[in-house]
């Protein structure tokens, strides 16, 4: 009977251990795009005081000094991922404090396109290949770009440059502009877009019946 006992104590025992491991130690996940002010809040308790940690990459421009319930932190500008966090403890009215409570938030750069490139097609030909787009950041990227008539996306881009190969082009127009319309990353962070592409398609040769003038 003693040994049931024992046994049934350490059990409860460790289930209070590594339940208390797995509360102090859990925390969140966040995606943030690099630059941007975002807002952070906790469920008041009124009467109690929040007092707000936030890593070297943020800087709060709301909420820290007055140990509200509600942040808003402004990220740094990145062009690699960065791993910074926002942590908080309350106190309560009491004057007793609560866990650590954490977010990590990971810091994605924004996306750039720029498209460039040209080439000179026959009529009736196929496309070409010859338009390149350059691409900063974090892959995968989404693109959508304009060839003159319509919008068109391109999702799931894993390296740059990359080689946009258009449709088969007719003259008219003798020139067919491809520009770029939005860029975003992974993370949902849109980017600049840059830039124009230009491809001259010739007419068929058309020449007249010879003349005896």
């Given amino acids: 009977m003693k040994q049931r006992l024992t046994i049934t104590k350490a059990v409860v025992f460790l289930s209070i251990f590594f339940g208390y491991l797995t ?26 005081k929040y007092t707000w940690v ?3 990459g943020g800087t709060a421009t709301y909420g820290v000094d007055t140990q509200n319930d509600s942040i808003r932190v402004k990220w740094k500008v990145t062009d690699k991922p960065a791993s910074e966090f926002v942590k908080v403890v309350e106190t309560n009215k009491y004057n007793r404090q609560g866990d650590t409570i954490t977010l990590n938030v990971l810091v994605a750069p924004v996306p750039t396109a720029v498209i460039s490139g040209s080439d000179t097609l026959f009529d009736g030909n196929t496309g070409t ?41 007719s003259n008219p127009p003798e020139i067919h502009k491809f520009t770029l319309v939005s ?27 010879i003349i005896h003038n």
């Fill in 23 to 48: 509360s102090s130690a859990q925390a969140d996940f966040d995606t943030v795009c690099s630059g941007a002010e975002e807002f952070y809040k906790v469920i008041k308790t009124e009467g109690s």
């Fill in 54 to 56: 936030i890593s070297s």
């Fill in 129 to 169: 290949s010859k338009i390149k787009i350059s691409l900063t950041g974090t892959a995968p990227w989404s693109i959508e770009y304009n060839d003159g008539k319509s919008n068109i996306a391109i999702k799931d881009i894993q390296s740059s440059p990359y080689t946009l190969e258009t449709r088969s082009l």
């Fill in 183 to 209: 860029v975003k990353n992974e993370s949902g962070c849109s980017g600049e877009v840059s830039g124009v592409a230009e491809i001259t398609v010739s007419p068929p040769v058309k020449t007249s019946k």
